[in-house]
């Protein structure tokens, strides 16, 4: 069943600063994540992927954490800009069939 | 490179009716996905596809839900017969493999009145 989670419902942050989405998972053998980006009346839109044998992927702007340790993922957004406002999820291949199962999201509000 | 397409973008239909939507993955994309999201929750897994085949299917209600990808490549699901509680978003999904990252489509908006 669904194994991914989220710790913040939502987050408001101004424009130009940082923000930092979290999620936890509960499959340990998961070795693949990807985050999402979800706007309202679209499909889920693909921002950055790692892998287990990962700890840290940058991309434009934005940067994924992994700790296996403590099964956390997180979403970092360098000078978060009012297109960031979205719905953020993040998302979990697990299982022999590599089901990609989903999280209940993070609702994120940039103010100008 | 065109994504996944999907049709129709919405749709409104009476309780007890059937529905279809249509599904065209991305060019050369092996695995297919059906989610349901429901307005303020994350997607849900309906099916999984390894081209013509399943591979996962078990959070489908088979009673009323059904789904196909006939030569590999396009995929409907239909919903017969459609209850209230099927009101949602209806995501495909396309990834090159399993395992690989999955691309999304607009949805299909379904209002079951």
């Known amino acids: 069943g669904e194994s991914v989670g989220l710790h913040l419902p939502t987050l408001s942050v101004q424009e130009g600063d940082n923000s930092i989405i979290n999620c936890a998972y509960s499959?340990?053998?998961?070795?693949?994540f990807i985050w999402y980006k979800q706007e309202s009346g679209k499909g889920p839109q693909f921002i950055i992927d790692?892998?287990?044998?990962?700890d840290k992927r940058q991309g434009q702007r934005v940067t994924v954490l992994l700790n296996k340790t403590v099964k956390h993922l997180s979403l970092q957004i360098a000078a978060t800009q009012p297109g960031d406002s979205a719905v953020y999820f993040c998302?979990?291949?697990?299982?022999?069939?590599?089901?990609?199962?989903f999280g209940k999201g993070t609702l994120l509000t940039v103010n100008p | 490179e065109a994504g996944v397409a999907q049709s129709p973008r919405y749709k409104i239909i009476e309780k007890r009716q059937s529905v279809a939507f249509w599904c065209n993955p991305i060019?050369?994309?092996?695995?297919l996905y059906w989610y349901q999201q429901i307005l303020g929750q994350g997607p849900k897994l309906l099916i999984q596809f390894q081209n013509n085949g399943v591979v996962d299917d078990s959070q489908l209600p088979k009673d009323r839900f059904s789904a196909e990808r006939l030569k590999g490549v396009d995929s409907t699901l239909k919903i017969q017969p459609a209850k209230l509680e099927d009101s949602a978003v209806y995501l495909c999904a396309s990834g090159g493999s399993m395992n690989t990252e999955a691309f999304f489509g607009q949805g299909t908006r379904l209002t079951v009145v």
């Open positions: 499959n340990s053998a998961s070795d693949y």
């Open positions: 998302a979990e291949f697990w299982g022999s069939n590599y089901k990609l199962t």
């Open positions: 790692i892998r287990s044998n990962m």
């Open positions: 060019s050369g994309h092996a695995t």
